[in-house]
């Protein structure tokens, strides 16, 4: 039977344990309705911008003089993945989750003969990629030291991004992160941004509407496309940004039942244990008066 | 009131404003122009400059740069990459949105050399900033 001390240390180490991971669920509670909060404040914008965006591509895009980041190159052949993780740990299967919807994909390219480069985006994609892809990976964005997302996080991965396009780096980007529906279910994404799809905003008055176009369509798409891609990366970091802490909090408060459980068998055992102590000197008494 | 329109403000970050106005005068990406109430629909993107808003409840004016304004039979919608309200505009704010600009010019001088085109949209993306500086009564910094 374990010693008595052992199991009392046991017990009190478990106990901190449960005091963290409460301290770290609520803390992710807290993270999460702001981020929340960030995400929803952002979809208007995005709404807005996709609804006239999605108008411009329908009456621009079948021409041969529409810009390269709506219709493409022309081949499918160089593929680059945007992989959005966190840059912490400890959020359960989120980082997994997403890695492994871009694993596939990966694989499937390159099975295809495509050639495949990975642009991650926070610490611990990496670090998972690194394994199989060492060699497919092509840059890494750092948000260690970024507080609080902002447009402009965006704005500079989408300029890395569109710099390596304009580069003839690849033709084919897609962005991978976690769509947050709530908090204990994210579901991994797989949005293709380069060339860019719209989805049809359906009979919305766009489409039915005729437009003055100042400049030209042609002008304001292309000055437009660029922003969509920043636009696209920046609902993808704060849904991520949602995902995440909504991930932390259920992992969090798994871990914390899960102690306070551990605790509770402990505990039984060490009474039980206990017990056994005094009823063995009992019996010692006991049976030292009876020999005399 | 039967003659206005509903206006949205909304930058990437947050919605900024949602409100009835009588008069939007919008810093086009071809000159000024004013929506009012009835306007042709139109879209057009949006040069720095500063964005006046005229309503029941009186003028308010924003800071915009980059990005397009919607106008359709509804109203203004207005989609810009910063907004900010003219009050809380601070030299600091345009030092930095000069900063920007000046580098992408000079980006551009380096990669487009034979090409005019984004060298001298560069260039008037840097002469609107300071334009709108004055406007303001700030100074751009040279």
Known sequence: MANLKDLKNRISSVKSTRKITKAMQMVAAAKLRRAQEAAEASRPYAERFNAVMSGLAASVGGSDSAPKLLSGTGSDQVQLLIVMTSERGLCGGFNTNIVKKARAFAQEKLAAGKTVKILTVGKKGRDQLKRDFADHLVGHVDLTEVKRLGYADAQGIAKDVLTRFDGGEFDVATLFYANFVNVVSQIPQAQQIIPAKFEDAGADDGAATLFDYEPSEEAILADLLPRGVATAIFSGLLENAASEQGARMSAMDNATRNAGDMIES???????????????????????AEAL | MADTMQFDLVSPERRLASLQVTSVQIPGADGDMT????????ITTLRPGVLSVDGPEGTSDYVVTGGFAEITAKGVSVLAERAVPKGDMTQAHLDEMMEEARTMYSNAKEAFENEPGPVDDAAKLLSDMVAMGDHMGLTAKQ
């Open chain 1, 266 to 288: 402990l505990t039984i055992e060490y009474n039980r244990s206990r017990q056994a102590v005094i009823t063995n000197e009992l019996i010692e008494i006991i049976s030292g």
């Open chain 2, 35 to 42: 929506a009012m109430e009835g306007h042709a629909p139109t």
